[in-house]
C-alpha cells in the first residue's frame, strides 16, 4: 500500500536515522514475508505431530494469507489516521505474539487461530512500513532507492523461506519456524520506539466498517468452501451456504461502495482495464506461487521422502532465481513497459508448473531444479510490472487505494491458490502423483492466464481508459468527504 502524501510531516531525520528507519522496516519485512512461506516446508512434520488432514494443512497457510489479505486496507487507514509509528508497533507486537503462540499450539486448532492472530499483526506491517518509508524519504530520488531495497528485501524474505524453513525445522523442530520471529519483533519494536518518527495523514480517511465486513464475509466463504468442498461434499448445505453468503457480500459490497463517499474499496478503479487486469494478474499468478510451494514441498518429503532440510535445499534455485529477476524486472519495466516483463513472467510460470506435471517418484534432480529455476525466474519478475500497470493512469491521490487493492489481490491469490491445489489431492483417489498433476495443469493455466492478461492490460486501448478514468476520478476525488 502506498502512502497518503498527505501527511504531517515528521521531524527531519540524519542520514544515519533515515538507514535506521529504512532497516527497521525492512526487518518487518522479513518475518512478514517469511511467515507467507516458512510453513509450506513444516507442512508434514505438523501433520504427524498433530494428525491433520490435507485441509488441516491448508488452514495452516491459508488462516494467515486471507486474514491479512481482508484486513491489509483497514490497517492501513488505521494508520494514517492514529499514526504510523503507533499502529506498526501494535502489529510487531501482535504478531510477536501470535508467533510465540504458534509456536506453542497444542493442538491443530489452536495452531490455526494462532496463525490468525499473526496475520492480524501482519496485516500492520507492510503497508505501514512503506507509508513510513514513502514519508521518511523525501527526496524522490531517495525514496526510490528506499523503496527498491524495501522491495529487495522483501522478496528475498518470502524466496528464503522454504530454505531457513527446512534448515530450523531440521535442527530444531517444527515449532522453531514461528519462536524465531519473537527476538525479531521484539528487536524492530524497540528500534521504531527509539528511532522512527511519528507521522499520519493530515485528513484521515473515515472508517468503513460496513465495507470491511464485507471484504471479510466475501474473501472467508469462498476460501472456506474450497477448502472444506471435499470433505463435506461440494453439494453440501455447509459448502452452498458459504457460496451463496460469499456471492451476497461481493454484490453488497459492489453496490454499497458504489455509492460511499470515501469508500474503503473503490470500485470505480475496476473500470480502468489496466487496473483490472493487474488485479486478475496479481491474483492468479500468486495462486500460482501459493499452490506450487503447497504442492512441491508434499512432493519433496511426502513422495521423494526428503527431509525439511533437503527439501528446503532443493529451492534454493528457486530463491536465488526469484531475487535476481526481481531486481531485474525493474530495468525491464523502466526500459520497455511492463508488457514485455508480464509476458517473459506468465511464460516462464507456464514452463515452470508445467515441468511438475511430468515430476515423478524418480525424477531426477537436473529436472526439477530446472522448473524451480524457471518457476522463481517467472515469480521474481512479475511483481513490478503488477505494480506498475495497477498504478499507471492513477491521480496521484488514488495510488494508495490501487496498491491496497493489488496487494489484497496478491494474498487471496495465495490462499486460493493452497485451497484449490490442496482441494484437489484431498480429492483424489488415485493417489498425491496423479491428483498433483491436476493441480498442477491449474498452475499452468493461471501462467498463462498471466500471459494473455499481460497483453490486454497493456495495450493501447487500456492505457487510453486508465487515462480517461484517472482524469473523472481527479474530477471527483474533491467531492468526497474525509
Not at 77 to 106: E, I, K, N, T, Y
Not at 146 to 169: D, R
Not at 306 to 333: D, E, N
Not at 350 to 365: D, I, M, N, S
Request: net charge positive; with cysteine; proline share 5%.
Amino acid at each position: 500500500m502506498v502512502a497518503d502524501l498527505s501527511v504531517e510531516s515528521p521531524p527531519a531525520l540524519s542520514p544515519r536515522g533515515r538507514t535506521v528507519v529504512l532497516l527497521t522496516c525492512c526487518l518487518s519485512v522479513v518475518v512478514a514475508g517469511l511467515d507467507t512461506t516458512i510453513a509450506n516446508v513444516a507442512l508434514p512434520s505438523i501433520q504427524k505431530a498433530l494428525h491433520a488432514p490435507v485441509s488441516g494443512l491448508q488452514w495452516v497457510v491459508d488462516a494467515y494469507t486471507l486474514v491479512i489479505a481482508c484486513l491489509l486496507m483497514f490497517s492501513g487507514s488505521l494508520a494514517d489516521r492514529f499514526g504510523r509509528r503507533r499502529v506498526f508497533q501494535v502489529g510487531l507486537g501482535c504478531f510477536s505474539l501470535g508467533s510465540l503462540l504458534c509456536g506453542l499450539a497444542p493442538s491443530l486448532g489452536f495452531l490455526v487461530a494462532f496463525r490468525a492472530l499473526q496475520a492480524v499483526g501482519g496485516s500492520m506491517l507492510n503497508p505501514v512500513a512503506m507509508s513510513i518509508i514513502a514519508t521518511t524519504f523525501t527526496d524522490p530520488k531517495e525514496r526510490a532507492r528506499a523503496v527498491g531495497a524495501w522491495g529487495a528485501v522483501a522478496g528475498l524474505g518470502g524466496a528464503s523461506g522454504p530454505v531457513l524453513g527446512g534448515l530450523l525445522v531440521s535442527g530444531l523442530g517444527w515449532r522453531s519456524i514461528f519462536w524465531v520471529n519473537v527476538p525479531i519483533g521484539a528487536l524492530a519494536i524497540y528500534l521504531t520506539q527509539r528511532f522512527v518518527p511519528e507521522s499520519k495523514a493530515a485528513r484521515g480517511k473515515r472508517f468503513d466498517p460496513l465495507g470491511q465486513l464485507l471484504v471479510v464475509t466475501f474473501l472467508g466463504p469462498v476460501t472456506a468452501a474450497v477448502i472444506e468442498g471435499p470433505r463435506h461434499g461440494w453439494s453440501s448445505p455447509f459448502v452452498i451456504g458459504l457460496f451463496v453468503l460469499a456471492a451476497v457480500s461481493v454484490f453488497a459490497l459492489v453496490v454499497t461502495e458504489s455509492r460511499r463517499a470515501g469508500p474503503l474499496v473503490d470500485v470505480r478503479l475496476l473500470r480502468s482495464p489496466a487496473f483490472s487486469g493487474a488485479a486478475i494478474i496479481a491474483l492468479v499468478a500468486f495462486m500460482t506461487l501459493g499452490g506450487f510451494l503447497f504442492l512441491n514441498t508434499l512432493y519433496l518429503q511426502d513422495v521423494r521422502g526428503y527431509s525439511a532440510l533437503h527439501a528446503g535445499l532443493l529451492t534454493v534455485p528457486m530463491a536465488a532465481a526469484l531475487a535476481a529477476c526481481a531486481m531485474i524486472s525493474g530495468r525491464i519495466v523502466a526500459a520497455r513497459g511492463p508488457r514485455p516483463a508480464l509476458v517473459l513472467a506468465g511464460l516462464l510460470l507456464t514452463a515452470g508448473a508445467g515441468l511438475l506435471l511430468g515430476a515423478g517418484r524418480e525424477t531426477g534432480a537436473w529436472y526439477l531444479v530446472l522448473a524451480y529455476l524457471l518457476f522463481g525466474a517467472g515469480f521474481g519478475l512479475v511483481g513490478t510490472p503488477i505494480t506498475d500497470t495497477a498504478l499507471s493512469g492513477m491521480p496521484r491521490d488514488q495510488a494508495g487505494v490501487a496498491g491496497a487493492i493489488a496487494s489484497t489481490c496478491r494474498q487471496t491469490g495465495a490462499a486460493i491458490g493452497v485451497a484449490v491445489c490442496g482441494s484437489i489431492v484431498a480429492v483424489g483417489s488415485a493417489g498425491f502423483l496423479a491428483s498433483s498433476r491436476t493441480a498442477s495443469a491449474v498452475l499452468v493455466g493461471c501462467g498463462v492466464t498471466t500471459v494473455l492478461l499481460g497483453f490486454v492490460s497493456t495495450g493501447r486501448w487500456a492505457r487510453a481508459r486508465a487515462e480517461r478514468g484517472a482524469r473523472h476520478l481527479t474530477t471527483h476525488a474533491a467531492e468526497a468527504p474525509q
